[in-house]
């Protein structure tokens, strides 16, 4: 598993402040709307409304929160009018990231994105300069108590996962964006709850980084994660287990 995958799990089991809380509900309001205006306000008709309700209520967005965003992405409502965007370049140590935003500004947005890039050390490149090593998966997480290892690779294979892995931390089920919904209506069929289920892009090779770089590249992802514009940050850095403890530990 990539750095980037442990660190997320690590920052998820965190307390999330109300300040940060705040913010993550703006973010999740913008991929809302822009779901909502691409292809409609209902999410059985529109699967990237549905992704984007699921990481809503993962996130305990109050439910009319949730229908005042995809309300404006309908035009029921009035809003902003925000557009996708994606960043690529290389962080300290020659670690490959791919920067994804939702913007009313790209002008004003592509420069901001620029200076993370160089004041983290790193600089920002050009279209599939790093992504061509990414690949688009769906992922869930799912605790070691929920479900047995057997029962859990039987569900998640017979509805189209391609593995189920076993870590310190519990269970993660990959699969195809494609199957990503199948496997989603398996897992709830079965009642077995997910601790985190999304769509992401893993890294098809990585890059070693020892604590001093590693360190770096944190700061970074944290650098863009704290920017309004940014829904994701994809990296492809591997550091050592007991570096990742430390860090868990702090």
């Not at 670690?95 to 592509?110: E, K, S």
Request: negative net charge.
């Amino acid at each position: 598993m990539a750095g980037h995958s442990k660190w997320a799990n690590i920052k998820h089991k965190k307390a999330i402040t109300d300040a940060r809380r705040g913010k993550l509900w703006s973010k999740l309001a913008r991929n809302l709307i822009v779901a909502a205006r691409t292809g409609g306000g209902d999410p059985s008709m529109n699967l990237s409304l549905r992704y984007a309700i699921d990481k809503a209520k993962a996130a305990n967005m109050p439910s009319d929160t949730i229908d005042k965003a995809i309300k404006k992405g309908t035009g029921e409502l009035g809003g902003e009018a925000y557009a996708p965007v994606q960043y690529e370049g290389y962080g300290p140590g020659g670690v490959a990231f791919i920067v994804d935003a939702l913007t009313d500004n790209p002008h004003r947005t592509a420069p901001e994105i620029k200076k993370l890039f160089e004041r983290g050390g790193g600089n920002m490149g050009t279209a599939n300069c790093v992504s061509w090593n990414f690949k688009a998966l769906g992922t869930f997480r799912i605790k070691s108590d929920v479900v047995d290892e057997d029962t859990l690779m039987e569900v998640a294979l017979e509805a189209g996962a391609d593995d189920v892995a076993r870590d310190d931390d519990g269970f993660e089920v990959t699969c195809e964006v494609q199957a990503y919904e199948a496997v989603r209506k398996a897992l709830e069929a079965r009642k077995i709850a997910t601790e985190r289920a999304e769509l992401t892009m893993r890294p098809q090779s990585t890059v070693i980084v020892d604590a001093e770089t590693g360190t770096k590249v944190l700061k970074l992802i944290e650098a863009f994660e704290d920017h309004d514009d940014v829904q994701n940050v994809y990296t492809n850095f591997e550091m050592p287990d007991e570096i990742m403890a430390q860090l868990q530990g702090s």
